[in-house]
């Protein structure tokens, strides 16, 4: 055991964030911490470390354990280079290299003092054992994962900007090999490139690893162990974050169906004491009240997860498709600089119905591209053509479409000056801003309140194609959830940049891939396709320069023999199979979208039909009613009940067959 939680209390602000929590964390594992935003993941990373005291309970470290917590934001600005700040965590170290330099000089010079050369022993006995032979190539190694130059190792800190200081302090606790590393959402500013790395860095960690995250193939791909923060309480589950979901799902189910068994049990000893209160078997009935009152009834908590999913997103396309041809790009070069841009001669068509997600290190000009493309930005050279009438939604990382002065209520209003106040307060309760928030000005918004506005905003017209730069940052798990599947209904054209690679794999038939060298390749197919195809693992080596080599090279071997035959045979089968598998996908979004709007037709119908069986009701409850008129209205509403029966049996079976298609999905 290294840290442990027992019976842990904390309150915020009057907010229950634990009460009685308990947890335990062992050497080498590693946990994936989740649970929706405000629910108290970064106050048990900080009760964990020591910044928090419970305020009830205790938490329990192992003797002599060594920590490192990385928080979300950083603030080195300091004149030091990169070099000297990384080292500057280990001053024993440096201190040690300079004692075995002055010391190994003097015994060079011919001084032979037995307690010097003693000296000179114990010294590098202890620069060794405390890791400073490697420390500097370990520095170079971490540094080109996390997506730093060599120049930059000689930047000083005050030109590095805060994205780029929150990827310095990742490498710093990385450096320091804590027992138990505490990381704050270290996906931050990391290109996907940077992130496989980290991923594959922390799985070969040596000690123990609790990490938060929104990052769902992240925590696929690390965890071992999954602990959720919800109702005061930490769950633990086996597995990582997919295994954590399926066991989440049973528990649910489990408990459903106990709470059906009780709620049997109880109403069968509700019916026999209701029949046998008096007679040769009262005694027996008063025997059975007993045992009903001792009954602790069970009742299913409110799901966090359920409320903060509640994300009512529905992005709609004009009543015309608008052309075949969306957006065509010839020779297009982009950037801001004639003799220097970022992505050049660049030729591209995109269709009425494409999904294409733009992917690339930090750097290379992916907001860039998206901006010029729907016409924010005037390309440095080439052709841009954008389809006649063509209407783009733009969503801005930035957010440089909402008002600092404005109210939320105002924002909203502002978007679509016709709708009523009552409208606006509806529209924000369906994007989880609430009662007196409305009024909130939106200088007081988080990160995440503020993106689910700005989509919130774009949901308000129908567009032919939606443009999105980076939706996800900020937003946590089921806002992400809930904002995937208001796009999987989305029928218009859809450009997504994004380091999510969840996210694009549920969404992108098409990748605009751009490496170091402004080149951009185009893929068929989503990301995890792309990540497995020679074309993308000869991308990642050149955007990551680490750890695709020997993979590439054992698959590019001579295929001219036996062996390269059957190879290039597998390579054709595997495409076969990867163009069949992203035609079945393309035809279950088609029928995804095909059912959800017969789902709304169907639903708009039986509201009509119940409203007409309401008024009829109200007339046959009259009094003066003519028996012409009752005999006529009777007939109406039985035709109207086998109707609306009809319907029901319609609804019923859609919501089955787009059930079925979601498992799919999610399989």
């Known amino acids: ?364 000009g992916k907001s860039t591209l998206l901006r010029v493309l729907v016409g924010r930005q005037a390309p440095l050279s080439g052709k841009l053509v954008l389809g006649a009438g063509l209407s783009i939604g733009y969503f801005d990382q930035m957010r440089t479409d909402l008002d600092p002065t404005h109210t939320l209520v105002e924002e909203i209003r502002a978007a679509r000056g016709e709708i009523a106040l009552e409208t606006a307060r509806d529209i924000l309760g369906s994007l989880r801003f609430s009662g007196d928030d409305v009024f909130r000005p939106l200088s007081s918004l988080s990160g995440g309140e503020k993106n689910r506005l700005s989509l919130g905003k774009l949901s308000l017209r129908p567009w032919h194609m939606l443009a999105f730069d980076e939706p996800t940052n900020h937003l946590d798990i089921p806002a992400r959830q809930a904002l995937e599947r208001s796009l999987l209904s989305y029928d218009g054209t859809l450009v997504v940049v994004s380091h999510d690679r969840y996210f694009l794999d549920k969404l992108a038939d098409k990748l605009l891939a751009i490496d170091t060298q402004g080149n951009v390749e185009v893929y068929h197919g989503n990301y995890s396709e792309f990540r497995q195809s020679s074309q993308g693992r000869a991308w990642l080596e050149r955007t990551s320069g680490q750890g695709w080599s020997t993979k590439t090279s054992a698959q590019s071997r001579d295929r001219t023999g036996p062996a390269g035959k059957a190879a290039s045979e597998n390579a054709a089968s595997d495409k076969a199979r990867r163009m069949a598998e992203r035609l079945a996908r393309k035809e279950r979004k088609r029928a995804r979208q095909r059912l959800s709007r017969s789902l709304v037709r169907i639903e708009e119908a039986i509201s009509e039909m119940e409203e007409r069986m309401a008024r009829i009701d109200h007339r046959l409850g009259s009094a003066d009613i003519p028996w012409e008129e009752l005999d006529r209205l009777s007939k109406e509403r039985g035709e109207l009940e086998t109707e609306l029966e009809e319907h029901l049996a319609q609804w019923e079976k859609i919501s089955e067959e787009l059930d079925a298609l979601g498992r799919e999905e999610d399989n």
């Open 1 to 364: 055991m290294l840290a442990a939680f027992e019976r842990v209390s904390f309150s915020y602000a009057g907010d229950i964030l634990l009460e009685g929590a308990s947890w335990q964390i062992n050497p080498g594992e590693r946990w994936g911490l989740v649970g929706p935003n405000g629910y108290g993941k970064s106050t048990v990373l900080a009760l964990l470390a020591g910044e928090l005291e419970p305020q009830g309970g205790r938490v329990i470290r192992l003797s002599g354990l060594r920590m490192d917590l990385l928080h979300q934001e950083q603030a080195d600005d300091s004149s030091a280079t990169l070099r000297q700040s990384l080292l500057a965590s280990f001053s024993e170290v440096t201190q040690l290299a300079e004692d075995i330099s002055r010391l190994t000089q003097a015994v060079a010079q011919g001084n032979d003092d037995p307690g010097m050369l003693e000296k000179l022993g114990e010294a590098q006995h202890r620069f060794e054992h405390l890791g400073g032979y490697g420390l500097e190539s370990r520095i170079d190694e971490l540094t080109a994962d996390l997506g730093f130059s060599r120049e930059d190792l000689e930047r000083p800190m005050s030109d590095f900007s805060g994205g780029e200081r929150c990827r310095v302090a990742l490498v710093k606790v990385l450096l320091r090999q804590p027992d138990l590393l505490l990381l704050d959402e270290p996906t931050n500013h990391l290109d996907i490139a940077a992130t496989e790395n980290l991923e594959r860095i922390l799985s070969a960690y040596p000690g123990a690893v609790v990490v938060v995250s929104h990052d769902r193939a992240f925590l696929d791909a690390v965890c071992t162990r999954m602990a959720e923060v919800v109702g005061g309480k930490i769950e633990t589950f086996r597995g990582n974050f997919a295994e954590y979901r399926r066991q989440r799902s049973e528990r649910i189910a489990a408990l459903q169906q106990l709470i059906a068994k009780q709620k049997a049990e109880i109403s069968r000893l509700e019916e026999y004491i209701a029949k046998n209160q008096a007679g040769q078997k009262a005694r027996q009935a008063r025997s059975k009240k007993k045992v009903l009152d001792r009954i602790d009834v069970i009742e299913i908590p409110q799901d966090p997860w359920v409320k903060a999913e509640d994300l009512r997103l529905r992005f709609l396309t004009p009543d015309r498709p608008g052309g075949k041809d969306v957006i065509r790009a010839e020779n297009l070069s982009v950037g801001y600089d004639l003799d220097k841009p970022v992505i050049s001669n660049l030729t591209l068509n995109i269709y009425r119905g494409d999904r294409i997600g733009i992917v690339g290190p930090n750097g290379t």
